[in-house]
């Protein structure tokens, strides 16, 4: 039997999206909808003296606005995790004062009959305030840099091992830089939308997110309703890159708005202006780097010191040393975070938060080394090599770095690579290589699963999660499949709903590797029963034979020893009477060191397991879990992960063009080989990684967020001003896998592959830059302008 | 957007006419530009003209070898015309580095020449613009000012022309022909688009209610060796940090003929008169190139942010005058 895990087939959801028919939250079809529009503060601090709404409310077809004076109360949501409901900037819930924190903030929505009425009346809004002096600068005196107690989740963001300064002063060559990245915007395509529709005292809201089931949590907390009161839809998403993490405004101002005209009331955030303002953002970061060496290049000493920044209405830490703590062995190591409060959104996760920045630092800083230890760069790290992980002493779940970086050097040509800067061309482009090491940490977490397998031969299963483009709905189906034995096109896989049962949120590349398990759980159950059934069943060819012999293919179940002994779950099915076989499975495993303790409950909790699902809240009428002493849930539970490290890891090797007189540049190729586990889908993965590569060609060369220097309002508000990389900046890219399959992080094997693809490869396209042109630019992006000079 | 009112002409007299009034009318031709900016608040006119239907789509080759372009010819059209893909390669290469294709599907000839600068400054509506509100004040003098003009400034204004095709024109000396109420007048590419001094709203030499009806360049063996070269943050869809367009000639290693414009650097496309003049008859060597650049940025005046450009603009000048060699 050809096994579907890892064929690249085509996305389930293709034909919808192609034809329009998958439906975005702003594209419900809902009766008697009206428009809310939001106007954003134009001053960055102080407060609002008066909003004249009278003209706007006079025009024909405009039905309210909405602003401080007269928006309902709203109930503070303080959680900080995203998969139970995080508020993006929990002391400024909308509309409750006259405050303004930040240039862009919302401060009223208008609502009315038609977008174009909503627009022009927007327009007729007259706002007066009371300015004060704000802070938006970090080198303003005003500005107060403190350090924070720990990142997202609980991670550790100031860590220590062995005496960083004493290896330092042991170390015979150094070097300290400091390396600065901009402030980026995610861009989704799809920009923030929500439409909200009351019906009595229930509320149904169609909204972006990269968490279903934290923003209903967070909807109902904020607007003092119980959460069965809500349901929140979101089966398709045009994006997120963690901008539709957290909740924003937006999700709450849309059933607030819908209350308050008492119609459904839908809110799109506009891409000029308030997709650069009110939906996140990654802080700038300075990073200061000092390595130390022995002779032979390994390490003594790390020390990274980040400063990012965050807003006065909430604190959010951009942790760029948190791949430092593990990425080399090194007995010293001191990595020190710092923030500060400015007078501007809060900022949020960014695809890699972290780690796409902190591995640009780290390994440029690495590249800078080995240039000052006259060493190969590849050399370099095979030299400090990570055996174990560095951080806590675990052996890796699985790590295959070695093969990453051999295959990467292979396959980009890297001994073309002049070791001699600025020295080599190609016609009359100057030529140059670089890489980097990516890595990014390996997160499972806890979902639930419920399938139903019908009498018709297809089977159906449910799980309250995300698919934000990168292919959940089709590569569910695809483990659903495998473990079921049924083709493609009979396993179908629902999301993006409250009713279905709790799966977790898209962040941290965990959507794949937490949800599969649970999936794959399900399924097996499944067809242990549909056997059960059939092996006691006289009038069946499969009567008396133990479950182990028995096999599945394309929906027939049959001996494995004599494939001509079977029968299809269907005639089983049908026999029975049973219009259906149904289970709920809930597995719950967490990789990340900070919450391993108090997870693996099968270990600890000796197999209570069960209804821990209901607990959460997703529960409407489902059929009972029936993880207990399942021995699929056991299998993987049962584990022992304690001493077990998980990471994914992988090499980006990258060729680069400059034109010696213009100084555009142009990456000419990108290798990125990755080392994720078990590939489940070759191209939806291949794409992850392609499209990781395409956000560090961005970082590299063009993208950066600037706010003007006197008024501390974004200056680069648009698609036009915020350059993202286009079709003709495409390089060549070529994408491998190890796919050796991590027995350690689930029975499937797989870890995620959403963000891996953004680290390193920043780093891997400046030291080819470097390499090329022999200039080392330390602040992205790496501009024309800044090689002229 | 404010509401506005919409008029479809059928012909050249209706247009002017319905634009030769005391309210605010704007032509509308592909809308590429103007749609943006009325979304945004910044053009708020009483009346859009459609001028779409008007019969000046074609591009022609007059009896005297010059080549007259209707100001509706669309800028893919225009790129892909074999006449002037033959006879001034530059122009469409020009076109064809500005916008995207679906944009350069819409936009025409006159709609690009009569495009607004895209100062960010300009195009937030809080901001202080004496572009947009005379007397305001400027924000990007003391701003964010990586895009702006070198050359040309004034205290009240230091935005740039955007458009490629422009550069290119402005290089090959073409003429602009527009239509008012007291008839037809041509008017130099050169002189069309104005410097902004104390008046930086007033862009263009256009009068109200005038109508571009065509382009016109003149006939010129030696444009057949042309170039556009533009310097941008990424390879395509974005707006030039510097670009030049020149033709050259050379006779015997001496320069007998060449054409110099830049874009991105001033608030009109900026023919380099004074680098054209420096080269004539030089010795074609790239020290030359070199010294003409020089010559033609001597007067050039950098911001904080873009002061990178003068640079720029001399190794873009010499790289596009040594592959024409």
């Given at each position: 039997?050809?096994?579907?895990?890892?064929?690249?087939?085509?996305?389930?959801?293709?034909?919808l999206?192609?034809?329009?028919?998958?439906?975005?939250?702003?594209e419900?079809?809902?009766?008697?909808?009206?428009?809310?529009i939001?106007i954003?503060?134009?001053?960055?601090?102080?407060?609002?003296?008066?909003?004249?709404?009278?003209?706007?409310?006079?025009?024909?077809?405009?039905?309210?606005?909405?602003?401080?004076?007269?928006?309902?109360?709203?109930?503070?949501?303080?959680?900080?995790?995203?998969?139970?409901?995080?508020?993006?900037?929990?002391?400024?819930?909308?509309?409750?004062?006259?405050?303004?924190?930040?240039?862009?903030?919302?401060?009223?929505?208008?609502?009315?009959?038609?977008?174009?009425?909503?627009?022009?009346?927007?327009?007729?809004?007259?706002?007066?305030?009371?300015?004060?002096?704000?802070?938006?600068?970090?080198?303003?005196p005003?500005?107060?840099?403190?350090?924070?107690?720990?990142?997202?989740?609980?991670?550790?963001?100031?860590?220590?091992?062995?005496?960083a300064?004493?290896?330092?002063s042991n170390?015979?060559?150094?070097?300290?830089?400091?390396?600065?990245?901009?402030?980026?915007?995610?861009?989704?395509?799809?920009?923030?939308?929500?439409?909200?529709?009351?019906?009595?005292?229930?509320?149904?809201?169609?909204?972006?997110?990269?968490?279903?089931?934290?923003?209903?949590?967070?909807?109902?907390?904020?607007?003092?309703?119980?959460?069965?009161?809500?349901?929140?839809?979101?089966?398709?998403?045009?994006?997120?890159?963690g901008?539709?993490?957290?909740?924003?405004?937006?999700?709450?101002?849309?059933?607030m708005?819908?209350?308050?005209i008492?119609?459904?009331?839908?809110?799109?955030?506009?891409r000029?202006?308030?997709?650069?303002t009110?939906?996140?953002?990654?802080?700038?970061?300075?990073?200061?780097?000092?390595?130390?060496?022995?002779?032979?290049?390994?390490?003594?000493?790390?020390?990274?010191?980040?400063?990012?920044e965050?807003?006065?209405?909430?604190?959010?830490?951009e942790?760029?040393?948190?791949?430092?703590?593990?990425?080399?062995?090194?007995?010293?190591?001191?990595?020190?975070?710092?923030?500060v409060?400015?007078n501007?959104g809060?900022?949020?996760?960014?695809?890699?938060?972290?780690e796409?920045?902190?591995?640009?630092?780290?390994?440029?800083?690495?590249?800078?080394?080995?240039?000052?230890l006259?060493?190969?760069?590849?050399?370099?790290?095979?030299?400090?090599?990570?055996?174990?992980?560095?951080?806590?002493?675990?052996?890796?779940?699985?790590?295959?770095?070695?093969?990453?970086?051999?295959?990467?050097?292979?396959?980009?040509?890297?001994?073309?690579?002049?070791?001699?800067?600025?020295?080599?061309?190609?016609?009359?482009?100057?030529?140059g290589?670089?890489?980097?090491?990516?890595?990014?940490?390996?997160?499972?977490?806890?979902?639930?699963?419920?399938?139903?397998l019908?009498?018709?031969?297809?089977?159906?299963?449910?799980?309250c999660?995300?698919d934000?483009?990168?292919?959940?709905?089709?590569?569910?189906?695809?483990v659903?499949?495998d473990?079921?034995?049924?083709?493609?096109?009979?396993?179908?896989?629902?999301?993006?709903?409250?009713?279905?049962?709790?799966?977790?949120?898209?962040?941290?590349?965990?959507?794949?590797?937490?949800?599969?398990?649970?999936?794959?759980?399900?399924?097996?159950?499944?067809?242990?029963?549909?056997i059960?059934?059939?092996?006691?069943?006289?009038?069946?060819?499969?009567?008396?034979?133990?479950?182990?012999?028995?096999?599945?293919?394309?929906?027939?179940?049959?001996?494995?020893?004599d494939?001509?002994?079977?029968?299809t779950?269907?005639?089983?099915l049908?026999?029975?009477?049973?219009?259906?076989?149904?289970?709920?499975?809930?597995?719950?495993?967490?990789?990340?060191?900070?919450?391993?303790?108090?997870?693996?409950?099968?270990?600890?909790?000796?197999?209570?397991?069960?209804?821990?699902?209901?607990?959460?809240?997703?529960q409407?009428?489902?059929?009972?879990?029936?993880?207990?002493?399942?021995?699929?849930?056991?299998?993987?539970?049962?584990?022992?992960r304690?001493n077990?490290?998980?990471?994914?890891?992988?090499?980006?090797?990258?060729?680069?063009?400059?034109?010696?007189?213009?100084?555009?540049?142009?990456?000419?190729?990108?290798v990125s080989?990755?080392?994720?586990?078990?590939?489940?889908?070759?191209?939806?993965?291949k794409?992850?990684?392609?499209?990781?590569a395409?956000?560090?060609i961005?970082?590299?060369?063009?993208?950066?967020?600037?706010?003007?220097?006197?008024?501390?309002?974004?200056?680069?508000?648009?698609?036009?001003?915020?350059?993202?990389?286009?079709?003709?900046?495409?390089?060549?890219?070529?994408?491998?896998?190890?796919?050796?399959?991590?027995?350690?992080?689930?029975?499937?094997?797989?870890?995620?592959a959403?963000?891996?693809?953004?680290?390193?490869?920043?780093?891997?396209?400046?030291?080819?830059?470097?390499?090329?042109?022999?200039?080392?630019?330390?602040?992205?992006?790496?501009?024309?302008?800044?090689?002229?000079? | 957007?404010?509401?506005?009112?919409?008029?479809q002409?059928?012909?050249?007299?209706?247009?002017?006419?319905?634009?030769?009034?005391?309210?605010?009318?704007?032509?509308?031709?592909?809308?590429?530009?103007?749609?943006?900016?009325?979304?945004?608040?910044i053009?708020?006119?009483?009346?859009?003209?459609?001028?779409?239907?008007?019969?000046?789509?074609?591009?022609?080759?007059?009896?005297?070898?010059?080549?007259?372009?209707?100001?509706?010819?669309?800028?893919?059209?225009?790129a892909?015309?074999?006449?002037?893909?033959?006879?001034?390669?530059?122009?469409?290469?020009?076109?064809?580095?500005?916008?995207?294709?679906?944009?350069?599907?819409?936009?025409?000839?006159?709609?690009?020449?009569?495009?607004?600068?895209?100062?960010?400054?300009?195009?937030d509506?809080?901001a202080?613009?004496?572009?947009?509100?005379?007397?305001?004040?400027c924000d990007?003098?003391?701003?964010?000012?990586?895009?702006?003009?070198?050359?040309?400034?004034?205290?009240?204004c230091?935005?740039?022309?955007?458009?490629?095709?422009?550069?290119a024109?402005?290089?090959?000396?073409?003429?602009?022909?527009?239509e008012?109420?007291?008839?037809?007048?041509?008017?130099?590419?050169?002189?069309?688009?104005?410097?902004?001094?104390?008046?930086?709203?007033?862009?263009?030499?256009?009068?109200?209610?005038?109508?571009?009806?065509?382009?016109?360049?003149?006939?010129?063996?030696?444009?057949?060796?042309?170039?556009?070269?533009?310097?941008?943050?990424?390879?395509?869809?974005?707006?030039?940090?510097?670009s030049v367009?020149?033709?050259?000639?050379?006779?015997?290693g001496?320069?007998?003929?060449?054409?110099?414009?830049?874009?991105?650097?001033?608030?009109?496309?900026?023919?380099?008169?004074?680098?054209?003049?420096?080269?004539?008859?030089?010795?074609?060597?790239?020290?030359?190139?070199?010294?003409?650049?020089?010559?033609?940025?001597?007067?050039?005046?950098?911001?904080?942010?873009?002061?990178?450009?003068?640079?720029?603009?001399?190794?873009?000048?010499?790289?596009?005058?040594?592959?024409?060699?």
């Open positions: 039997m050809d096994s579907i895990i890892g064929k690249p087939i085509d996305r389930k959801d293709g034909p999206k192609v034809t329009g028919k998958a439906m975005y939250a702003a419900w079809n809902i009766p008697n909808l009206a428009y809310g939001t954003q503060s134009t001053i960055t601090k102080g407060h609002i003296n008066n909003i004249d709404t009278s003209a706007a409310e006079k025009l024909k077809g405009v039905l309210g606005v909405m602003t401080y004076k007269n928006a309902m109360q709203l109930h503070t949501l303080s959680g900080s995790d995203p998969s139970s409901g995080k508020f993006a900037e929990k002391d400024l819930l909308p509309f409750q004062s006259e405050r303004i924190f930040y240039n862009g903030q919302h401060i009223a929505v208008v609502i009315a009959e038609t977008f174009e009425v909503a627009e022009h009346a927007a327009s007729l809004i007259k706002v007066t305030y009371n300015e004060e002096k704000p802070v938006f600068d970090i080198n303003q005003e500005a107060k840099i403190y350090q924070p107690q720990q990142g997202l989740g609980g991670t550790q963001v100031q860590v220590k091992r062995g005496d300064e004493q290896g330092m170390a015979s060559t150094k070097i300290e830089q400091t390396y600065n990245t901009p402030v980026y915007h995610h861009n989704p395509m799809e920009p923030h939308a929500t439409s909200a529709v009351w019906n009595g005292d229930t509320l149904t809201v169609y909204d972006a997110t990269q968490s279903v089931f934290g923003n209903k949590n967070a909807i109902s907390t904020m607007l003092g309703i119980a959460p069965d009161k809500v349901r929140l839809i979101s089966p398709f998403i045009g994006g997120g890159f901008s539709k993490g957290f909740m924003w405004a937006n999700s709450i101002l849309a059933p708005a819908a209350k308050f008492n119609r459904p009331v839908k809110i799109v955030l506009e000029t202006g308030q997709m650069f009110c939906a996140g953002r990654r802080s700038f970061t300075i990073q200061k780097i000092n390595l130390g060496t022995d002779n032979g290049g390994k390490l003594t000493s790390v020390k990274h010191e980040t400063t990012s965050t807003s006065f209405v909430d604190e959010f830490v942790p760029a040393g948190v791949a430092t703590k593990m990425i080399y062995a090194t007995p010293n190591l001191d990595i020190t975070q710092n923030i409060r400015l501007k809060t900022p949020c996760p960014t695809r890699a938060p972290g796409a920045v902190g591995t640009y630092a780290f390994e440029v800083a690495m590249d800078e080394l080995a240039e000052k006259n060493i190969d760069p590849v050399q370099l790290r095979l030299i400090n090599y990570a055996e174990k992980n560095p951080d806590d002493g675990h052996r890796f779940s699985s790590k295959n770095l070695k093969e990453c970086y051999e295959k990467g050097a292979q396959s980009i040509g890297w001994s073309n690579r002049n070791i001699k800067p600025g020295s080599t061309k190609e016609g009359n482009f100057l030529v290589y670089g890489m980097a090491t990516a890595t990014y940490p390996a997160n499972r977490s806890k979902a639930t699963v419920r399938l139903k019908y009498q018709e031969g297809n089977a159906v299963a449910a799980c999660t995300q934000i483009g990168t292919g959940t709905y089709t590569v569910m189906a695809q659903m499949s473990a079921l034995g049924l083709p493609i096109d009979k396993v179908e896989f629902k999301l993006g709903d409250t009713i279905y049962p709790q799966g977790p949120n898209s962040g941290g590349s965990q959507t794949m590797a937490t949800t599969g398990p649970a999936v794959r759980a399900a399924a097996l159950t499944v067809k242990s029963k549909v059960k059934l059939a092996v006691a069943d006289k009038k069946s060819p499969l009567y008396n034979q133990t479950e182990d012999a028995i096999s599945v293919d394309e929906g027939k179940l049959f001996v494995t020893s494939n001509l002994k079977g029968e779950y269907s005639q089983i049908t026999r029975a009477k049973m219009p259906l076989v149904e289970t709920e499975i809930t597995t719950n495993v967490s990789t990340r060191e900070t919450q391993k303790s108090e997870s693996n409950p099968t270990t600890k909790q000796g197999g209570e397991q069960g209804g821990q699902g209901q607990q959460s809240g997703g409407q009428g489902g059929s009972k879990d029936e993880s207990k002493d399942n021995p699929f849930v056991k299998q993987d539970q049962d584990l022992d304690s077990v490290a998980f990471h994914s890891f992988g090499a980006q090797f990258v060729k680069v063009l400059v034109d010696p007189l213009t100084c555009m540049i142009k990456v000419d190729k990108v080989i990755m080392d994720v586990g078990q590939i489940l889908n070759e191209k939806t993965a794409s992850q990684i392609m499209g990781g395409i956000f560090g961005g970082m590299a060369l063009m993208e950066g967020s600037v706010y003007d220097e006197n008024t501390g309002r974004i200056v680069t508000r648009d698609l036009a001003d915020y350059l993202v990389p286009v079709h003709a900046d495409m390089p060549t890219f070529d994408v491998q896998f190890t796919n050796v399959k991590d027995e350690f992080i689930s029975p499937v094997g797989a870890r995620g959403g963000e891996i693809g953004i680290t390193g490869i920043t780093a891997a396209i400046a030291n080819a830059i470097y390499n090329a042109t022999g200039k080392r630019v330390r602040d992205l992006p790496i501009t024309p302008d800044k090689l002229i000079v | 957007m404010k509401l506005f009112t919409y008029k002409a059928d012909g050249v007299d209706e247009a002017i006419k319905a634009a030769s009034t005391k309210t605010i009318s704007k032509f509308i031709g592909g809308g590429t530009n103007l749609v943006d900016l009325m979304r945004e608040n053009e708020q006119p009483d009346t859009v003209i459609d001028v779409t239907h008007l019969p000046l789509t074609d591009v022609e080759e007059l009896e005297d070898g010059s080549i007259k372009i209707g100001s509706l010819v669309r800028n893919s059209h225009l892909a015309n074999k006449i002037i893909r033959e006879k001034f390669p530059v122009l469409s290469q020009a076109i064809l580095n500005g916008a995207s294709g679906q944009l350069r599907n819409m936009a025409t000839t006159g709609g690009n020449i009569m495009q607004r600068t895209r100062c960010y400054y300009f195009y509506e809080t202080c613009c004496n572009k947009r509100n005379p007397g305001s004040g990007a003098i003391d701003g964010y000012n990586r895009i702006h003009a070198i050359l040309g400034t004034s205290f009240t230091i935005a740039t022309h955007p458009s490629d095709m422009c550069v024109m402005a290089m090959l000396g073409a003429k602009i022909i527009v008012g109420k007291n008839g037809e007048r041509e008017i130099a590419f050169t002189d069309f688009h104005k410097l902004p001094g104390d008046t930086p709203n007033i862009e263009t030499v256009l009068q109200q209610g005038e109508l571009i009806t065509s382009v016109v360049i003149p006939p010129q063996d030696f444009t057949k060796n042309s170039l556009y070269r533009k310097v941008r943050d990424r390879a395509s869809y974005a707006f030039a940090l510097v367009a020149a033709a050259l000639e050379v006779e015997n001496s320069i007998k003929n060449v054409r110099i414009a830049l874009g991105g650097v001033a608030h009109k496309p900026w023919r380099a008169f004074k680098a054209e003049n420096y080269l004539m008859n030089k010795e074609v060597t790239e020290e030359n190139f070199m010294l003409a650049a020089e010559e033609e940025l001597k007067d050039a005046k950098g911001f904080e942010h873009n002061s990178f450009k003068i640079g720029l603009a001399k190794r873009t000048m010499v790289s596009v005058l040594k592959e024409l060699v």
